[in-house]
C-alpha cells in the first residue's frame, strides 16, 4: 500500500512570495489533515478535511493560508504571502474511517523562508 | 486547558540498554493517547495508543507504555534500544472523534554504539 504523497520535500523562498504545497493520501482515506511543524515543536493541526469539505480550520491564518481539496482525493496548501515565521515543515496526513484514530504521515515539505 | 509535556528534550542510551521516555498531559477526561516517532527526513509513524482498558500497551518494535491517571502520565520504554531507534519522539492526547491531538515538543532519542 502506498504512502501518503507530498511534493516538494524541500522549498527555499524569500518572504513576501507564494508558495504551494501538494499532498496525495492513502487511497481510500476519506480524511485528510495539513500539519505545521516549527522546529522544537510538536506538529499543530492547520486543517482537517473530510472528503472535500473543511471539519476544522479554526488553527489556520487564512489572511495568509489557504488550502483545498478539489475532489475529495489530492489536496493542496497554500501561503501568501510568506513570512519569515513560516518557515517550518509541512506534514499531510491522512486516516481511514476503519482505523479509529490513527493518522498516516507523509514525509513533510520542509519551508525556509529567508 | 490541555497540554503534553515532554520534560526531556535529548536523551543519549547505549545501545542495548533500557530506555524511558515521559510524557505528561493536562486533560479534563480520560484522553486518547499516543506516541509516535519521527525519524530524520520521514513523517510521524504511530508506536502505540491508549483509549481505554489495560493500562499497559504494546506497540509496534518493542515499545510499550503504560498509562498512570494519578499521574496524568504515558511514559514510553523499551527493554533494550537498537542503533535503529534514534528518532524523535512525539506524545500526543486529545479527544475521542476529533483528531484535535496536542503534541508534546518531543524527546530527541540518540543511541551510542
Known amino acids: 500500500e502506498a504512502g501518503v504523497a507530498q511534493s516538494p520535500r524541500y522549498k527555499i523562498i524569500e518572504k513576501r512570495q507564494s508558495v504551494a504545497f501538494w499532498c496525495n493520501p492513502i487511497s481510500g482515506h476519506a480524511t485528510l489533515y495539513w500539519y505545521q511543524q516549527i522546529l522544537g515543536q510538536g506538529p499543530k493541526l492547520l486543517i482537517q478535511?473530510?472528503?472535500?469539505?473543511?471539519?476544522?480550520d479554526s488553527q489556520l491564518p487564512k489572511d495568509r493560508f489557504s488550502a483545498e481539496r478539489l475532489k475529495g482525493v489530492d489536496s493542496t496548501l497554500k501561503i501568501q504571502p510568506a513570512k519569515l515565521e513560516d518557515s517550518a515543515v509541512y506534514l499531510c496526513?491522512?486516516?481511514?474511517?476503519?482505523?479509529?484514530?490513527?493518522?498516516?504521515f507523509g514525509p513533510g515539505t520542509r519551508l525556509t523562508v529567508l | 486547558a490541555q497540554s503534553v509535556t515532554q520534560p526531556d528534550i535529548h536523551i543519549t542510551v547505549s545501545e542495548g540498554a533500557s530506555l524511558e521516555l515521559r510524557c505528561n498531559y493536562s486533560y479534563g477526561a480520560t484522553p486518547y493517547l499516543f506516541w509516535y516517532v519521527q525519524s530524520p527526513g520521514q513523517g510521524l509513524q504511530l508506536l502505540l495508543k491508549y483509549f481505554s482498558g489495560d493500562t499497559l500497551v504494546q506497540g509496534i518494535k518493542g515499545f510499550e507504555a503504560e498509562f498512570k491517571r494519578s499521574q496524568s502520565s504515558f511514559n514510553l520504554r523499551k527493554p533494550s534500544v537498537h542503533w535503529s531507534d534514534a528518532a524523535e519522539y512525539f506524545c500526543?492526547?486529545?479527544?475521542?472523534?476529533?483528531?484535535?491531538?496536542?503534541f508534546g515538543t518531543g524527546t530527541r532519542l540518540k543511541v551510542l554504539a
Open positions: 496526513a491522512s486516516s481511514s474511517p476503519f482505523v479509529e484514530d490513527e493518522q498516516f
Open positions: 500526543a492526547v486529545g479527544p475521542s472523534g476529533t483528531y484535535k491531538y496536542i
Open positions: 478535511f473530510q472528503n472535500n469539505g473543511v471539519v476544522d
